[in-house]
T-cell receptor, first 112, second 111 residues
Framework: DGGITQSPKYLFRKEGQNVTLSCEQN?????MYWYRQDPGQGLRLIYY???????QKGDIAEGYSVSREKKESFPLTVTSAQKNPTAFYLC???????????FGPGTRLTVL | GQSLEQPSEVTAVEGAIVQINCTYQ??????LSWYQQHDGGAPTFLSY????GLEETGRFSSFLSRSDSYGYLLLQELQMKDSASYFC????????????FGSGTRLQVQP
């Protein structure tokens, strides 16, 4: 089955630690995205990548980093520089036809 | 930049029809999308309008008027399972294809 997977589903981090969230897709999509969602809020764009080995900052990139070494993978690192990282993180990939984005199940990050 | 406005909450009864409006401000527009998100879940794509007019997909329809920077999602024959948050999203800011999402409309369907 084609789709997007994210791991882990729940992640707990101590203050000062970096953590990496995994996102993998087998839909053969070129574009991939990372969003952050806070309770009762919409999705805010962190980083996006339109093609392998290239990525761009979104609206709230500070304290985050990404890489895109493979078409299938777009990991997100939440660094210690991110002051308020507790949130629901969603990864998506895009089908260019109709601008449809397909989302993974998300990772809920909690900073202790 | 881009911004979208949609109502924060809507309540309706089973079997009814509900309309969720979305107005947007954007530089460089190429489409309005709608996504559904159940509590704790991931957003799922519902509909996309690239041109003015109505798009129908089963019980759901979406409308776009580019001249008014306005669109809506119409849900018919409401079911309890339609209780969720609904987000409108626009793409097309100059040099960037990524979507900008509205803050979402929480729909509560009552028996």
């Amino acid at each position: 089955d084609g789709g997007i997977t994210q791991s882990p589903k729940y992640l707990f981090r101590k203050e000062g630690q970096n953590v990496t969230l995994s996102c993998e897709q087998n839909l053969n999509h070129d574009a991939m995205y990372w969003y952050r969602q806070d309770p009762g809020q919409g999705l805010r764009l962190i980083y996006y990548s339109q093609i392998v080995n290239d990525f761009q900052k979104g609206d709230i990139a500070e304290g985050y980093s990404v890489s895109r070494e493979k078409k299938e993978s777009f990991p997100l690192t939440v660094t210690s520089a991110q002051k308020n990282p507790t949130a629901f993180y969603l990864c998506a990939s895009e089908d260019r036809v109709g601008d449809t984005q397909y989302f993974g199940p998300g990772t809920r990050l909690t900073v202790l | 930049g881009q911004s979208l406005e949609q109502p924060s909450e809507v309540t309706a009864v089973e079997g009814a029809i509900v309309q969720i409006n979305c107005t947007y401000q954007t530089s460089g527009f190429y489409g309005l999308s709608w996504y559904q998100q159940h509590d704790g879940g991931a957003p799922t794509f519902l509909s996309y309008n690239g041109l003015d007019g109505l798009e129908e997909t089963g019980r759901f329809s979406s409308f776009l008027s580019r001249s008014d920077s306005y669109g809506y999602l119409l849900l018919q024959e409401l079911q309890m399972k339609d209780s969720a948050s609904y987000f409108c999203a626009v793409g097309g800011n100059t040099g960037r294809r990524a979507l900008t999402f509205g803050s979402g409309t929480r729909l509560q369907v009552q028996p």
